[in-house]
């Protein structure tokens, strides 16, 4: 048996033989991957056993989700929001028939068919009295009453939206028919000078639907039209009293700037209503100073009159700081030699806060104002609570009261002590008239002398009277048997021809 023996020798030449096999293996490879024989290039196939890694979601093109999505231009999402506005339910319920009907009378109310859209929902209420949609097919009737438009179309609507309150009184839809009432009168209101009737009805209006749906979103529109609507009245009121004081008239004009300055006090320009109020008081201060009275009367008639003037211009100054026309008001208090008032912190952080809260006037506007004959309620304030009660209005009588008192207490002191008590009993004497004829006395207690202002006349050159002069004058006869009365009163005193009446600065 013979033994095969590896001897050190040979190890150099299997070595050798080894790396003859290894290169020619890596020129095979590098021939197949690269250029085959004739130098022409050749395609390499890459074969992999290992396993594959597993691909994220962040490795996909970003490119390829936003193509799956279905992309919707601006316009065709304000045309989708507009038609849900217009109608909220319009994909719910397709296929009931009322739905239908009540789809179809929207659609055509949206495109101005009014007819077509009132005779489909009379046709839905007839046919289907029990539906869910009755309720909101009743408001429909009154809207397209009110978006046709006319006095007659909008008496219509009144009627049918009062009539939609009255049968859902709890629901939110009848706020927003009570504003749609107050609306209905906004839009027929006329400008200040004109018939204010339309700004009553709508200020009523407004009021109901503050005050009997106090939780209702629309509260705060329904403040700001008040608002508005009470700027048009403030201004009526305002006019009107310029025009008395352009006339001298200063009994009307204090009445009716003082109505507005304790009914409308957000109005817009209520500085020139309380320096209006003080130039009328001022005005009766320069009368008495220019009258022929004596001193002692005449300085407590002037401090009278002064004092109240002050009183409205310190108002203006002080409550109105941020106002136009404070300056105006601050001349007058320094014509008065009386010093200048300051405003606090607070109110004239409040009075600019009020000023600031005013929209300014733009062309737009103006030209509204102008050719379409709007009222001008572009200076409205929109902060403030507004007036929800009207308190009593100063009438001119009371003021031309007031002033002859004054001249009365001024030049008489005694005389108004005197009169208060038998005023009082008024009253009892009234009762006493209605009592069977038997049982009221037989003759009255003697009358006291009444009161009388008399002309005088310059006795120099016989001008006309300048001054007012107390006297007490005896009537001509006595009071007939079972007459009553107080016994004090003004003796009427008719001027000659030529002479001019003293009526204490004051008109009828």
């Known amino acids: ?25 890596l020129s095979l490879h590098a021939q197949a991957a690269g250029t085959n024989p004739d130098g022409s290039q050749s395609e390499s196939v890459t074969l992999s056993t290992g396993k594959q890694a597993k691909k994220r979601k962040g490795d996909e093109p970003k490119e390829s989700k936003k193509d799956q999505k279905v992309q ?45 859209a009132r005779l489909d929902l009379q046709t839905m209420l007839n046919t289907y009295p029990d539906s869910q949609y009755q309720m909101r097919a009743k408001l429909a009737v009154a809207d397209s009453w009110y978006k046709e438009g006319g006095s007659a179309a909008l008496a219509q609507a009144e009627a049918e939206y009062k009539d939609f309150i009255t049968f859902f009184p709890n ?25 204010y009737t339309k700004a009553m009805h709508a200020q009523e209006e407004y009021r109901n639907m503050i005050q009997q749906f106090p939780q209702s979103t629309l ?44 009914t409308y006090p957000l109005y817009s320009g209520m500085d020139q209503v309380l320096i209006g109020i003080g130039d009328g008081y001022a005005a009766q201060a320069r009368f008495v100073r220019g009258a022929n009275l004596p001193e002692g009367p005449k300085a407590k008639l002037e401090q009278e009159f002064d004092d109240r003037a002050m009183a409205a211009y310190t108002k203006a100054v002080t409550e109105h700081a941020a106002s136009n026309h404070v300056e105006d008001a601050r001349d007058r208090i320094a014509a008065l030699n009386r010093p200048q008032p300051e405003a606090t912190q607070e109110q004239a952080a409040a009075s600019q806060a009020l000023e600031n809260s005013r929209s300014q006037y733009k062309l737009l506007d103006i030209a509204k104002i102008m050719f379409l004959r709007r009222p001008d309620v572009v200076q409205t304030a929109t902060v403030g609570e507004p007036t929800m009660a009207d308190p009593r209005p100063t009438l001119a009588p009371e003021v031309a009261k007031f002033v002859e008192d004054s001249f009365r207490d001024a030049l008489n002191p005694g005389a108004s002590a005197a009169a208060a008590p038998k005023a009082v009993k008024a009253a009892p004497e009234a009762a006493a008239s209605e009592t069977p004829a038997a049982a009221q006395p037989g003759a009255p207690a003697a009358p006291a002398t009444p009161l009388g202002f008399n002309d005088i006349n310059n006795p120099a050159d016989g001008s006309a009277p300048n001054s007012g002069a107390v006297n007490m004058t005896t009537p001509a006869a006595a009071p007939a048997a079972g007459a009553t009365g107080t016994g004090v009163g003004l003796e009427i005193v008719t001027p000659k021809a030529g002479e001019t009446p003293r009526t204490y600065g004051l008109k009828a």
């Not at 020798?9 to 080894?18: E, I, K, M, N, T």
């Not at 706020?175 to 839009?187: C, K, L, P, S």
């Not at 009121?237 to 009307?252: D, I, L, M, Q, R």
Request: aromatic share 8%.
């Open 1 to 25: 048996m013979r033994r095969f023996v590896f001897s050190t020798r040979f190890a150099p030449l299997s070595a050798a033989v080894a790396a003859a096999l290894l290169a020619g293996s």
């Open 72 to 116: 919707q231009s601006k316009d065709t999402k304000a045309a989708e929001k507009k038609r849900l506005k217009r109608n909220p339910l319009a994909d719910v319920d397709k296929n009931l028939p009322d739905k239908q009907l009540y789809d179809k009378a929207l659609e055509a109310l949206n495109k101005g068919h009014f007819d077509v």
């Open 171 to 195: 629901v939110p839809e009848a706020a927003e028919a009570q504003m749609r009432v107050g609306d209905i009168y906004f839009r027929q209101m006329d400008k200040p000078d004109r018939d």
């Open 219 to 262: 509260v705060p529109q329904a403040k700001q039209r008040l608002r508005e609507v009470q700027e048009v009245l403030a201004t009526r009121e305002a006019e009107v009293a310029s025009f008395y004081a352009s006339h001298e008239n200063w009994a009307a004009a204090i009445a009716r700037y003082q109505t507005v300055a304790d």
